[in-house]
């Protein structure tokens, strides 16, 4: 047989002996493998998410055997992170009108959210409603309160969820911070105009047993909280915010 021919028979042997092999194997270590096989750093960010499903994902989903557990490793296994958007809000005959950008949030689907173990939200902060107006008439805060009420009632999926994540980040070209707690001192009273307060009977209570509220990079993780004087707003709103959000375990 010639050198070429061999190699071609023994490398689909050892392809056939591999998918063999996985088939036999039970679904719970095929699902370990995965969850290390599909492990993200950075985790799943809306902005890459569907780069992430071409690259990451779909190269596995075409392995039959591993088809219908994968996602539950790709989304089980690495933290996912949505939030308001404007990109690609418009379509071409919109865009042609002039009609102005609109936010909205991206996440997958309901057939695969309840896979998501640990979600992150980032929230939109300082004000860009005179560049991005929501889609019905109300300011940027109030359509992101309505969204989390959403998300509370299930609406949205994620019904499986281990921990909940309120991100208020600062938006990363801002070049002055004054905009960010101006924006930050108006959420209270926000979240009260809308029907939100921190009583148990008025607080957004979420499906998952972990919620925390997470200002620029600040979790108060031990009590007293040891932060560093110049974190000490973060702190302040990490406490205050945290009121009107409640776990429903
Ligand atoms: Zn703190």
């Known amino acids: 047989m010639p050198d070429t021919k ?7 042997t050892k392809m056939h002996n591999t998918r063999a092999s996985l088939e036999t194997m039970p679904d719970e270590i095929l699902l370990q493998i995965l969850n290390y096989a599909l492990i993200l750093p950075r985790g799943i960010h809306f902005n890459r998410w569907h780069a992430l499903k071409e690259l990451r994902l779909h190269p596995v989903r ?30 071409m005959e ?17 057939a695969v959210n309840h896979w998501v173990r640990r979600l992150e939200i980032a929230l939109k902060v300082e004000d860009f409603s005179y560049r991005y107006p929501p889609s019905r008439n109300e300011c940027q ?17 994620f019904l499986q969820l281990v921990r909940l994540s309120l991100r208020f980040d600062m938006w990363p070209n801002s070049k ?9 001192a108006k959420w209270p009273g926000k979240l009260r105009e809308n029907g939100v307060d ?14 925390e509220i997470v200002v620029v990079g600040h979790r108060c993780t ?16 990490v406490r205050v915010l945290g009121r009107f959000f409640g776990t429903r375990h």
Request: charged share 20%.
């Open 6 to 12: 061999r190699y071609q028979t023994s490398t689909m």
């Open 62 to 91: 075409c392995i039959k055997v591993l088809s219908r557990i994968s996602p539950e490793a790709f989304y089980g296994t690495n933290v996912v992170t949505i939030g308001p958007s404007n990109f690609g809000s418009r379509r």
């Open 94 to 110: 919109e865009r042609r009108s002039g009609a102005p950008d609109r936010l909205y949030i991206q996440y997958p689907p309901t």
């Open 141 to 157: 805060t109030t359509w992101q309160i309505s969204w989390l009420k959403r998300l509370a009632a299930g609406h949205c999926g």
């Open 176 to 184: 002055d911070d004054g905009d960010f707690w101006d924006a930050m």
């Open 198 to 211: 921190a009583t148990p009977g008025s607080m957004i209570i979420f499906r998952a047993p972990t919620v």
């Open 222 to 237: 031990s009590e007293p909280c040891s932060t560093a004087s110049e974190d000490s707003k973060a702190c302040l709103y």
